[in-house]
């Protein structure tokens, strides 16, 4: 059984940063891939970045490209996602999702097998 938890969600002003984790409960091919999607009210889950843990190759949506960062920890079971000069549309529940492995196109949901149950970041203007 695989269990990803994510935490470091919070209320922040326009402008601001945020370092949201995830953490995975093991390291095995089936999450070789682990990706962050976000949902806003009324939204379509949207898939935002995603990194290929063995090769570390990362994958950003046009939307948070140049602001968003996904990284590894050290041991390559947390990942992280730095949120930069912060937006009130970025507002959302965040996710970490895993999959085997990586598609080289744009991230879609149901390709994911694992999922976290969010954490919630809210961005006031």
């Known amino acids: 059984q695989v269990q990803l938890t994510e935490s470091g969600g919070a209320s922040v002003q326009a402008g601001g940063s945020l370092r949201l984790s995830c953490e995975v409960s093991r390291y095995i091919p089936d999450t070789s891939c682990v990706g962050w999607f976000r949902q806003a009210p009324g939204k379509e889950r949207e898939g935002v970045a995603r990194?290929?843990?063995?090769?570390?190759?990362?994958y950003y949506a046009d939307s948070v490209k140049g602001r968003f960062a996904i990284s590894l920890g050290n041991a390559k079971n947390t990942v992280y996602l730095q949120l930069n000069s912060l937006r009130p549309e970025d507002t959302a529940t965040y996710y970490c999702?895993?999959?085997?492995?990586?598609?080289?196109?744009?991230?879609?949901?149901?390709?994911?097998?694992?999922w976290g149950r969010g954490t919630q970041v809210t961005v006031s203007s």
């Open positions: 990194i290929h843990r063995p090769s570390v190759q990362p």
């Open positions: 999702a895993a999959r085997p492995y990586c598609s080289p196109v744009e991230m879609v949901s149901s390709d994911y097998n694992y």
